[in-house]
């Protein structure tokens, strides 16, 4: 995976860069804004890490600039703490999500791997999703279990089509958080338990076979048992 990364501040940029490369990622490293956006625009990244405030050219016209070229590149956008008019900008102006500095590594690391796999998901978003006798239609929002309409709130909806586009795989509450809360903060609560709680009694408890399954301290998986 290949990442731009503008960032003027010279200590920041060496943390990041060191950081991001240790994981295996390939980081192209920009002082500042113009340089930035050339950069940009003449190579394919997989993801830009823009800093907000950049000599020559802000991270927001930046983005601004790279979206009017019609790039779906991801953009995750820096911003300091307390500017949340920037943070709003930086959505305005075509980010894909914001982190505020001070930030923990880990939690770049997580909004990136969310980014890449958002990305990697996007075209596969319209065929319908089968397991068993239970069919989930992404485009007209449709759930049914042995032909019978089910009834989900957004989120539950949400829930059950990243299970199933993951069906037999085993997914961790992490993945959850990362890919249908769209944050990796653990908040501490039992909300991903109760979610599917209600997903079971919806799609499981008056069907057979069961379908959602829980592995003790590891997470969930979906599959015909
Ligand atoms: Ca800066």
Redesign the pocket.
């Given at each position: 995976m290949k990442i731009l990364l503008v960032?003027?501040?010279p200590k920041v940029a060496a943390f990041l860069h060191q950081g991001l490369t240790e994981q295996h990622y390939s980081v192209d490293l920009a002082p500042d804004g113009l340089v930035g956006l050339r950069m940009a625009l003449a190579s394919n990244y997989d993801l830009l890490i823009l800093?907000t405030?950049?000599p020559s050219l802000s991270g927001l016209d930046v983005c601004r600039q790279v979206r009017a070229q019609n790039t779906a590149v991801p953009i995750l956008m820096l911003t300091a703490l307390g500017e949340t008019d920037d943070k709003i900008r930086g959505l305005d102006a075509g980010a894909d999500d914001y982190l505020v500095k001070p930030f923990a590594f880990q939690e770049l690391l997580a909004r990136i791997r969310a980014l890449a796999r958002r990305r990697q998901e996007t075209p596969a978003t319209t065929a319908v999703l089968r397991l068993a006798d239970l069919t989930l239609d992404p485009s007209r929002k449709l759930v049914q279990r042995a032909g019978q309409p089910i009834q989900l709130t957004a989120r539950e909806f949400a829930l059950l089509e990243y299970l199933l586009r993951n069906q037999g795989r085993v997914i961790s509450r992490v993945d959850i958080l990362e890919q249908v809360w769209e944050t990796s903060f653990d908040t501490g609560s039992n909300v991903i338990d109760v979610y599917i709680n209600f997903l079971r009694k919806k799609v499981d408890k008056d069907f057979t076979p069961k379908l959602i399954h829980t592995l003790v301290g590891m997470g969930y998986v979906m599959k015909e048992e």
């Open positions: 960032e003027d501040e800093d405030l950049l």
